[in-house]
């Protein structure tokens, strides 16, 4: 009786499964937004999986140098943005990242977001635990949506990498500049210079 009894209720089990909604973004986003995220996290989900890291102090002061100067640099009404969702191609890509510049005239789709194809140039600001997203999937997902400008920033490596010229989902090009020396992006859509001396290290 007992083994009947489990099969049925295996049974029902695997109906539960048939009958749960397709796995999208959307319903993983809606997901996290019922759980208890610690305040301060930073949610992203990077290939289906879902990676949370704290926001540091010294993560915002890189960050918010690199969106006042972009602010500098094209107006206040830029669209610069810093953890917003924009969801990327590839599978299940949901990226929030640390600073995202969208081209003039750039608007939301349908479903009230931002997309990946207005997107100019990103930067990145590592985190120990997420390091490997950001030179690795991640970089490659921006390779992939043609993003013309990807910045890494490590505040523990005390250096920046530049990645340029996406093609057949990589950068064509990549510059390794230390603190300390300036990031030239004169000759691309972002047209300026990133000043590194007062990033600061952790």
Same mark, same amino acid.
């Given at each position: 009786?007992?083994?009947?009894? #489990?099969?049925?209720?295996?049974? $029902?089990? *695997?109906?539960?499964?048939?009958?749960?909604?397709?796995?999208?973004? &959307? +319903?993983? /986003?809606?997901?996290?937004?019922?759980?208890?995220?610690?305040?301060?996290?930073?949610?992203?989900?990077?290939?289906?999986?879902?990676?949370?890291?704290?926001?540091?102090?010294?993560?915002?002061?890189?960050?918010?140098?690199?969106?006042?100067?972009?602010?500098?640099?094209?107006?206040?009404?830029?669209?610069?943005?810093?953890?917003?969702?924009?969801?990327?191609?590839?599978?299940?890509?949901?990226?929030?990242? #640390?600073?995202?510049?969208?081209? $003039?005239? *750039?608007?939301?789709?349908?479903?009230?977001?931002?997309?990946?194809? &207005? +997107?100019? /140039?990103?930067?990145?600001?590592?985190?120990?635990?997420?390091?490997?997203?950001?030179?690795?999937?991640?970089?490659?997902?921006?390779?992939?949506?043609?993003?013309?400008?990807?910045?890494?920033?490590?505040?523990?490596?005390?250096?920046?990498r530049l990645f340029t010229q996406p093609k057949s989902g990589d950068y064509t090009t990549e510059t390794k500049i230390a603190f300390g020396d300036d990031v030239d992006l004169t000759d691309t859509v972002v047209g300026l210079t990133v000043e590194t001396d007062a990033f600061p290290?952790?």
């Amino acid at each position: 009786m007992t083994v009947i009894e #489990d099969r049925i209720a295996m049974a $029902d089990n *695997a109906d539960d499964i048939d009958s749960r909604p397709e796995l999208t973004l &959307d +319903v993983m /986003f809606e997901a996290l937004e019922k759980m208890p995220v610690p305040e301060g996290y930073k949610v992203e989900i990077v290939g289906g999986n879902i990676y949370m890291a704290p926001q540091r102090d010294i993560h915002w002061q890189i960050i918010r140098r690199i969106v006042r100067l972009l602010e500098d640099r094209f107006g206040m009404d830029v669209n610069v943005f810093s953890d917003v969702r924009i969801d990327f191609p590839g599978e299940l890509n949901g990226f929030a990242p #640390d600073v995202a510049k969208l081209r $003039d005239g *750039a608007e939301k789709n349908p479903q009230g977001r931002w997309r990946y194809e &207005d +997107v100019e /140039f990103v930067a990145e600001v590592i985190s120990k635990k997420t390091a490997d997203n950001d030179y690795g999937p991640k970089r490659l997902t921006y390779a992939l949506a043609e993003v013309p400008v990807y910045l890494i920033v490590d505040p523990y490596q005390g250096r920046c990498r530049l990645f340029t010229q996406p093609k057949s989902g990589d950068y064509t090009t990549e510059t390794k500049i230390a603190f300390g020396d300036d990031v030239d992006l004169t000759d691309t859509v972002v047209g300026l210079t990133v000043e590194t001396d007062a990033f600061p290290r952790d």
